[in-house]
């Protein structure tokens, strides 16, 4: 398995400038920078004065071993848990949970979480512990239950799997309970889109087992993350895990406390953001309290985006209605009735753990840019922003294609018609519209006569020549375009191998990691690929990785 490197930009202007340092300005916004081996240090040496103003790691650790327990704890998940309990910092990242663990980037955050507490480690002399935070407090159902893959047939098409909504509030995926035949229902699915592969069965015997014992897609995806990452000991933590919650209350009454300073923090940071030339990733209005309620009552379970107004906390919809009173001793009393939104969370993730660095990928870069005035305004620092892995996995078909038509990873991402353009005027279309073209002229030469001559008989003619010669042109056009589909099905195999290649390498002109599902990877050429990854020396900013499977 070859692996190179290429320099491949995120799309992200500013996660780009950030990660390529292009713009001092704009790295003051972070604080921090994950190429300085002294930042490293001086983060470190934060984390160390700054113990007491986070939650107890022994409660920390122990709501994680709850959740994590059982889908089985491997004896470097124990350890790491036992480090997190003392106090170890540690390196965290994320995404909300997702099916048959989405598409092939959240596995690469996973793989830079851990590589970079490895390399933590090694530098720092001290141990790093890595942590994935599964954003199940998020309530995108749609988003969540789907996954995208090539499909199985002989002709190359995307195809979507997903998992339907059960009735009830729109609740966060965590408390969206799933019914055992919805789960078989959806294995059954992804049984019949993957190819059948040496791996197939054992593959999918694994899942079933997994969901046999899970009640949510949360419970899943971290089932399945810890098959794939619990002997690397990555731990795993649920947002929306009501052990965690517990231990989160003094930071939500400190978010509803300085929520109008919180407020205008993002808002000077969304400032200067733009002022700087790019665009703010997240919205950060001057009354919002960054804070999601989930309801009680009849509609219990409904999460609820909530802002101030005046003296109290509503939402937008008028269901609910706190004094700042009551919404702080819910803080206290009911903390898993609340719920951070994406400004929040960075700074409740770094209340529950010592964060030393935290991996995120381009958009998130982006709005993490918008909170450092936050971070300010509750006496915190911003953690490292380290940038998650990206790559491109070429299968040997597509590897194959990439050669043969001498193209560049970069030209597939721009799309392929001027190359199939290209292709079938070699093969004959270009002739075909050229003769068309010449002929349809050479008609219009010989019938002009014949026009000028009828109108000049009778006026009224003129009109139903030019008609009649619209009809003959039509006629003309069509036979050109069935001429011009006969020779795309002649050459079918040919403009199968392009499709086939950009399906692969950027499916509808979107990198492949924000795009196909690893479990069509994992069915196909087994963990291998992973397991590179994984054991490639680390090197934070080190631009695209390409591996020839």
Known sequence: MLMDKMKLPFGQPLADAYIERKDPELEKLFGYHPLEPQHWRGRLDYLHGSVASRADSQQTAAALRAFQEPFGLSDA?????????????????????????????????????????????????????????????????????????????????????????????????????????????????????????????????????AAGSCCTLTELFAAMLNVLFGESGLLLADADDSRLRATEGPMFRRLVESSEQLAQAYAEST????????????????????????????????????????????????????????????????????????LTRPLMQDFLFP??????????????????????????????????????????????????????????????????????????????RRVFEKSLDAMRDVYRPALELAASVERGLEELGRTNWERIAREASYMESKALQSLEARERILLDRIAALELSAAPGRKPQERVLASVYFLNRYGRDWLDALLNEPYEPCSGHRVLRL
């Not at 124990?78 to 980037?105: C, K, S, Y």
């Not at 450092?372 to 194959?400: N, V, W, Y």
């Open 271 to 342: 400032r200067k953001v733009g002022e700087l030339g790019y665009k703010a990733q997240a919205e950060a209005a001057e009354d919002a309290a960054n804070l999601f309620l989930f309801t009680d009552g009849p509609k219990a379970g409904e999460r609820l985006l909530l802002q101030r107004s005046g003296s109290r906390f509503r939402d937008r919809r008028g269901l609910i209605s706190l004094s700042r009173e009551e919404l702080l001793t819910l803080a206290e009393a009911n903390p898993e009735r609340l719920s951070n939104n994406v």
């Open 77 to 209: 998940s124990a350890r790491n848990l036992e480090l997190l309990a003392n106090g170890a910092p540690v390196i965290v990242g994320g995404q909300q949970a997702v099916l048959w663990t989405g598409p092939l980037m959240i596995l690469y955050k996973a793989v830079t979480i851990i590589q970079a507490a490895s390399a933590a480690s090694r530098e720092l002399g001290v141990p790093v512990v890595p942590v994935f935070w599964i954003a199940g407090e998020d309530h995108d159902w749609d988003e969540a239950s789907m996954a995208q893959l090539p499909s199985a047939g002989p002709d190359p098409e995307l195809k979507t799997l997903s998992l339907r909504r059960p009735a009830g509030p729109a609740t966060s995926v965590s408390r969206v309970r799933l019914e055992p035949t919805e789960l078989q229902q959806a294995l059954d699915g992804l049984e019949a889109a993957l190819a059948d592969s040496p791996r197939k069965p054992a593959q999918l015997r694994e899942l079933r087992a």
């Open 355 to 432: 964060v030393l660095s935290t991996v995120l990928g381009p958009g998130e870069i982006a709005y993490w840019a918008q909170t450092g005035a936050a971070f300010a305004a509750l006496g915190m620092q911003m953690p490292i922003i380290t940038p998650r892995l990206s790559a491109t996995l070429l299968e040997p078909h597509a590897d194959k294609s990439l050669r043969e038509f001498s193209l560049s990873l970069q030209q597939v991402l721009g799309g392929l018609d001027d190359l199939k353009r290209e292709l079938l005027d070699e093969r004959g279309a270009a002739e075909i």
